[in-house]
């Protein structure tokens, strides 16, 4: 499995997933799951993926393949005109992967290659979007009334971002927020795993941040984990008492 | 979907169930998913359950109907002389439920029937116990270790009783701990919906309390569900700022 978000601030975009790579509980890596694109003052773009390795790591070989040889075909991810059309690549690109490792894969494949990814970013004159890409290839878009999207094992996660998240939040807080939808779903999903990795992009910068990685032994990751049990006690108890009659 | 948790306090046992039963969106009922059978002085068991309706309302029947007539076939649930045997006599009752429903359908069926239990209780000279049984008539106890079973939609209400369960805590407590569980889990998935059921049982006591339903419109229920979104960002403000380098 794996958990991968993406969410849209008014101050820009905030990119953050897991590492964990399994095949099995007893056999289990470690990989990071975002990619990026930018040519700076141009665009930036963010890519999480979730689902088969194999696919994942296909669809972001042949995007940056074709990005380096631009000659050979049109438009490549750092030239198409828009995040939309910057979507559809990714989509055709991972539905072509797909159907590839299927006819390819002959009778011996008892597994489907699918996989999921979040695509956000930014390119010039226009604004920053974000958007889930499906195995078909098709996609949606985050909006105001759904303003992150999530992929992976989404559920055990999710309760804390739909109570907390404020789109006028600064990344200071979002990466607050993050960390602990992930420490939940890290402590509930044994194929959700440490390090995690943080990339956020401000927006109209058309340049993206040093990534950050929590590993472990990270002192804030530490902090937020640690204290995060003792925060909900007390926010439990802060709710009204039940009284039986 | 359903989403019903069973919890071990150091007081005794607490139960909680949605109402919800759905076939597709567009076909929702109310049915309640637990059930009671007390011997004052004696013996108290509630049972929850999840799954195929038409299965989980077969097995309640079939041990009620065997308690009032009990000269057909012994022990009933209400004679079983251990929790472990009234585990067992459930447990084989669903198999031979989804059994017979499995070979009556015929070649029409394309569904499985199969369905989940919860059962916990006290019978007199011993210790309270709650166990969670499988369609194929096993099951597993709650020990220290893992004091509560959910089942259902499990995923979204669980990290918030990872992190504030407490075996000491009162009756009221666990009551919102669990409320907090199930707003979260309703605020997700449209196949677990209100009423809310609670049942308790204070161990050694051979009698059930008063069974409470929370509807909508239910004052404490309301102010629990309106006052975690707050509590929650409260608690987030409590940990530490992140700071960028």
């Given at each position: 499995m794996t958990y991968c978000v993406g969410m849209k601030l008014d101050d820009g975009l905030v990119f953050m997933s897991d590492t964990r790579t399994n095949s099995?509980?007893?056999?289990?890596?470690?990989?990071?799951?975002?990619?990026?694109?930018?040519?700076?003052?141009?665009?930036?773009?963010v890519l999480l993926s979730a689902g088969n390795l194999a696919t994942t790591q296909s669809v972001v070989s042949v995007l940056d393949e074709r990005s380096k040889i631009p000659e050979e075909r049109h438009p490549t991810i750092l030239e198409v005109p828009t995040m939309f059309q910057a979507a559809r690549l990714v989509g055709d690109t991972l539905r072509e992967v797909i159907e590839?490792?299927?006819?390819?894969?002959?009778?011996?494949?008892?597994?489907?290659?699918?996989?999921?990814?979040?695509?956000?970013?930014?390119?010039?004159?226009?604004?920053?979007?974000l958007f889930l890409i499906y195995p078909e290839g098709n996609f949606i878009e985050a909006h105001d009334d759904t303003p992150?999207?999530?992929?992976?094992?989404?559920?055990?996660?999710?309760?804390?971002l739909v109570r907390s998240y404020e789109p006028a939040m600064g990344f200071e807080e979002a990466v607050r927020l993050l960390l602990v939808s992930f420490d939940s779903t890290l402590k509930a999903n044994l194929s959700v795993g440490l390090p995690i990795d943080l990339q956020t992009y401000k927006r109209d910068s058309f340049t993206l941040s040093e990534p950050r990685r929590f590993n472990a032994d990270d002192p804030y990751y530490s902090a937020?984990?640690?204290?995060?049990?003792?925060?909900?006690?007390?926010?439990?108890?802060?709710?009204?008492?039940?009284?039986?009659?």
């Open positions: 099995g509980v007893d056999n289990v890596s470690v990989y990071s799951k975002m990619t990026t694109w930018t040519t700076p003052g141009d665009r930036s773009l590839t490792q299927h006819r390819d894969s002959g009778p011996t494949a008892d597994a489907t290659f699918n996989a999921t990814l979040i695509l956000g970013g930014q390119i010039k004159g226009m604004e920053p979007r992150f999207l999530q992929i992976g094992e989404v559920k055990y996660g999710r309760p804390i937020v984990s640690e204290g995060w049990g003792d925060a909900l006690r007390s926010a439990l108890t802060s709710l009204p008492d039940f009284t039986f009659p």
